[in-house]
């Protein structure tokens, strides 16, 4: 499976104070990761941080070139990318995108289907799998037994009624 350098990773929903601080919606497991990474890209371009911090669930940002809450303003909505290498992830953990498309097998090899959609519900996450028919499949270790992402390929526990 192909692999995008850039990563969504959140959207700019409004602006904070009259500095031109920007507040974004993370949509990483983590807004620090977010942080860390040092910059962001919007539409391509290059913004660096000047200054982040977390702020009820959300980044609060001041970004280079953003000199005032007018420009500030004329960012909202847009789609907050992070470079692939400036993130570093915990090992054995994956951006989401990069298992979209995935086959899902179960633990003998039969195949499920493809990865359709990752539901982002209270609990946990639900995988939507694609196959004959379609499959919702609690993204937990009693039913996701293994992610091979570098192969593309997902192995699942299903359970009558799955």
């Known amino acids: 499976m192909e692999r995008r350098q850039y990563i969504d ?3 700019i929903v409004n602006t904070h104070g009259v500095q031109g601080e920007v507040k974004i919606e993370v949509w990483l497991d983590d807004a620090q990761l977010l942080r860390r990474c040092g910059r962001v890209y919007l539409g391509g371009e290059e913004k660096k941080f000047l200054s982040a911090r ?3 669930g959300f980044l609060i940002a001041r970004l280079a070139g953003v000199e005032d809450v007018n420009a500030a303003m004329a960012l909202k ?3 907050v990318q992070i470079d692939r290498a400036d993130a570093k992830l915990p090992k054995g953990s994956f951006f989401l995108q990069d298992i979209l498309g995935a086959d899902v097998v ?3 090899g039969e195949s ?3 990865l ?3 539901l982002e519900l209270p609990g946990h996450r639900v995988y939507v799998v694609q196959g004959e028919s379609e499959h ?3 993204a937990v270790p009693e039913f996701i ?6 192969a593309g390929r997902i192995t699942v526990r299903l359970i009558e009624g799955m």
Not at 145 to 150: A, G, I, K, P
Request: glycine share 12%.
């Open 77 to 79: 909505g847009r789609v």
């Open 106 to 108: 179960t633990e003998s």
């Open 145 to 150: 037994r293994e992610t091979d992402v570098d």
């Open 136 to 138: 919702l499949i609690p």
């Open 54 to 56: 977390e702020h009820k």
């Open 112 to 114: 499920v289907g493809v």
């Open 9 to 11: 990773a959140g959207k």
């Open 116 to 118: 359709q959609d990752v």
